[in-house]
């Protein structure tokens, strides 16, 4: 079973010298509290030390301080101490400090060889030590006979001394580094959610400027047109008003009925718009079946933005006493409905920047059938000397709404003046189904 690289980085992380003891107060104190009961207990190990041995009291208790007082230094060099301990067993003292020492050997990152290394030289110490004091308690000169028994005596002590905390420091160690790498782990995926929550912010700041412009795009596509052409029409039959009572009533129904349909239209979009202001608590099943069939009867009330319906749109801008052809190449076919829609809102853009900006003048639209696109292509001549602008407001928002929709397809736009002073728009539309 191989590291992953974040295993890695957390063994590593996990390997580095901590904080010096006297750095952590709860560490500092316990340390002190064990060093000095072992130092207690190494100073009446030694003097009784020095009276069995001959020496100096005075000898016998430093070599207690000196022995019981590393214990302090267990978590800085765990191995200098266990060394001790193992140096102490001679003179029967440091019984505390070799416990204690193991643990913390045990517990620390040093390779487990040199764990079980010194482990074992502590083990064999005492055994040998048990061994001999036995021997010399019960009288007997060799390991003949009841010396097994002995023998037996001390490994199961020195098994009990040194075995127990090795295993207890191995646990706690390795509990110790589990908890570190999940503390690590936990703040790693912290650190991810936090990023994640930037970016699912900066995306739902570009979805909320996306859905602006798409709004602004529509509002202008779906009621631009249809308010130009009221306009013109307006204009009309304020020019024919006396002359031609006939016309003008004409063309007053004619603007009549293309301020309903904008009207229609306008209270479709805003329709979408505000049903996000339901609360969801008022939204139930029924609720939410009705919001479903609204949005698709909105989106077939939109079927009228279809390729089919360029000859009544063409007709509207005829109504409005603008000169216009139209010319179809290829079979006729399905689109997809985006498709479908985005041509016809560039014809119908293009149709109403000529109303605004060359009034009267002669227009032709040409629409091409592909085995793999359609195209369409609005293409208008000069205006005739004389005539005069519509006057209607122009926020030079027209083209760029007609790319956007075509290059969201996957489409290309061009407009542009011709040389003969007039302009044109032409769109080439993927057949993406």
Known sequence: MTETGEDVRAGERARRPGPLWWARPRSAVLDIS?????????????????GEAGIPVGLGVLLGVIAGATLVLRRRWPIAVVLMSIAVIPADMGHLLGIVALYTLAA???????IGLLAGMQALGVFIIALVQMRESSGQEDLTGPGWFLALVATLLALV???????????????????YALRERADGL????SLLADRAEERAEWARNEERTRIAREMHDVVAHRVSLMVVHAAALQAVALKDPEKAAKNAALVGDMGR??????RTMLGVLRAHEVPQEERPLARVAQFAAAAVEREAGDAGARLGELDQLIGQS?????????????????????????????VQEALTNVHKHAAGAKTQV??????????????NAAPAAGVADAGLPSGG????????RVTALGGGFVSGPTTAGGFRVSAVIPDRK
């Open 397 to 404: 928002n027209g083209l760029v709404g007609m790319k956007e």
């Open 108 to 114: 620390s990152e040093v390779p487990r060889r040199i």
């Open 161 to 179: 001394v040194t075995v127990p905390p090795v295993l207890l420091g191995l646990y706690a160690g390795a509990r110790r580094r589990l908890v």
């Open 190 to 193: 912290e650190r991810e959610l």
């Open 261 to 266: 349909q904008a009207l229609t239209e306008l």
């Open 34 to 50: 064990l060093a000095v009961i072992s130092t207690v207990e190494c100073v009446l190990q030694g003097i009784v030390f020095a």
């Open 318 to 346: 005829r109504a409005a006493g603008m000169a216009v052809e139209l010319s179809v190449e290829g079979e006729s076919r399905p689109y997809p409905v985006a498709v479908e829609q985005t041509a016809y809102r560039v």
């Open 366 to 379: 040409r629409l091409a059938h592909r085995p793999s696109e359609v195209a369409v292509l609005i293409e």
